[in-house]
């Protein structure tokens, strides 16, 4: 806050003034530190607020309590994205989704949150966000790894073997230039 000087006062009296003005600077801070109490209330009133968008949004796509592949596919649509397009893969990864093309509603809820999404116009904007994660190692292992899981039937120890093929295909095309040589072994070999 800037000082305050009046020209027509004393040299005592502008002293005075200016270290009211200093106190009135702290008092408007104590005012922005309430602000942000206000503001974190705020926050939680905006965040019931995502919380009831996110829920929103899973029934838009859910058949019941959860959204199935007609759901997915409407999804994928409204994102302007392929079904066997990566990113896909990365968004079921955040959502810890059990099932390929399947979301519970709290795999739908906890993903978008970790997302920081409460409609899937905020997922759509973070879309080439989600593409680059895959450029960390670390992350393109784990998603990796989770892709196996998410892709087999949980009765079965394996994966069927064009089911194989695909995922292998999305994971590794652009990375690994022995992709196609290796499932040209697959094909050949089983």
């Not at 997915?72 to 990113?87: G, N, R, Y």
């Not at 394996?158 to 994971?171: C, R």
């Given at each position: 806050m800037p000082k305050i000087k009046n020209k027509r006062r004393s040299g005592s009296e502008?002293?005075?003034?200016?270290?009211?003005?200093?106190a009135a600077e702290r008092s408007s801070k104590a005012v922005i530190i309430n602000g942000c109490t206000r503001d974190c209330h705020s926050s939680n009133e905006s965040s019931k607020n995502a919380e009831q968008q996110r829920l929103k949004c899973f029934s838009h796509y859910a058949e019941g309590e959860e959204i199935g592949p007609e759901g997915v596919e409407k999804f994928?649509?409204?994102?302007?994205?392929?079904?066997e397009d990566i990113v896909m893969l990365v968004i079921a990864w955040y959502m810890k989704a059990k099932r390929m093309g399947y979301f519970?509603?709290?795999?739908?809820?906890?993903?978008?949150?970790?997302l920081d999404c409460s409609k899937v116009s905020d997922l759509k904007r973070k879309l080439g966000r989600l593409r680059a994660e895959l450029d960390d190692p670390v992350v393109f292992k784990d998603i990796y790894k989770y892709s196996y899981d998410f892709a087999k039937d949980r009765e079965q120890r394996s994966m069927d073997l064009d089911?194989?093929?695909?995922?292998?295909?999305?994971?590794?095309?652009?990375?690994?230039s022995l992709q196609p040589d290796f499932v040209t072994y697959l094909k050949g070999r089983f």
């Amino acid at each position: 806050m800037p000082k305050i000087k009046n020209k027509r006062r004393s040299g005592s009296e502008e002293v005075s003034v200016v270290k009211k003005s200093r106190a009135a600077e702290r008092s408007s801070k104590a005012v922005i530190i309430n602000g942000c109490t206000r503001d974190c209330h705020s926050s939680n009133e905006s965040s019931k607020n995502a919380e009831q968008q996110r829920l929103k949004c899973f029934s838009h796509y859910a058949e019941g309590e959860e959204i199935g592949p007609e759901g997915v596919e409407k999804f994928c649509s409204d994102l302007e994205v392929d079904p066997e397009d990566i990113v896909m893969l990365v968004i079921a990864w955040y959502m810890k989704a059990k099932r390929m093309g399947y979301f519970t509603k709290s795999e739908w809820i906890e993903g978008m949150k970790k997302l920081d999404c409460s409609k899937v116009s905020d997922l759509k904007r973070k879309l080439g966000r989600l593409r680059a994660e895959l450029d960390d190692p670390v992350v393109f292992k784990d998603i990796y790894k989770y892709s196996y899981d998410f892709a087999k039937d949980r009765e079965q120890r394996s994966m069927d073997l064009d089911l194989a093929i695909g995922m292998l295909t999305l994971l590794l095309v652009s990375r690994w230039s022995l992709q196609p040589d290796f499932v040209t072994y697959l094909k050949g070999r089983f």
